[in-house]
């Protein structure tokens, strides 16, 4: 039997094919591959950046947003660790290489794209987590994320 429009209507919560995935939630998966390079392989943003850009399917991300995250996150990492270590249960550097890069894709978009809301940075943070990372490291990235918005959106997180 195949499905009908109204059939995958009925089935909001279905994992969304790569194709259908927005150019920001690329460019997010793109830059937390990169985040990983500079924070385990201690490359340089440069590198990375050229690296990334050839790599498949990079054409249907949204190359701008990308450019932001990777080198505004490597830029404010330790102002970013500085105001996450209080929302912490453990030291920053041993968090996960995936959960700390989330993180401060996460604390990025917070402090400097408030064009998107809390709830969709949270969000979006969480899917990157079970993605790429560990069994509940998403739970982790939630929690954290959750507290970091209360401090920097507190009037946005009111509002929700």
């Known amino acids: 039997m195949t499905s009908t429009p109204s059939d995958e209507a009925q089935q909001p919560n279905r994992p969304k094919k790569a194709s259908e995935k927005s150019g920001r939630t690329r460019a997010r998966e793109f830059a937390l591959q990169g985040l990983y390079q500079h924070i385990v392989g201690k490359n340089a943003p440069d590198d990375i950046d050229a690296f990334t850009r050839d790599l498949t399917g990079f054409h249907k991300s949204d190359s701008a947003h990308f450019d932001a995250l990777l080198h505004g996150c490597i830029e404010h990492a330790a102002a970013f660790d500085e105001a996450l270590t209080p929302m912490l249960d453990r030291p920053i550097v041993e968090l996960s290489p995936i959960e700390r890069g989330v993180l401060w894709i996460g604390a990025y978009e917070l402090k400097y794209c408030l064009d998107v ?15 790429f990372g560990g069994t509940d490291g998403h739970k982790y990235v939630n929690g954290v994320l959750h507290k970091l918005g209360k401090a920097w959106r507190p009037l946005e997180v009111t509002r929700q």
């Open 117 to 131: 809301p809390v709830r969709v940075v949270i969000n979006e943070c969480i899917e990157l987590a079970k993605s």
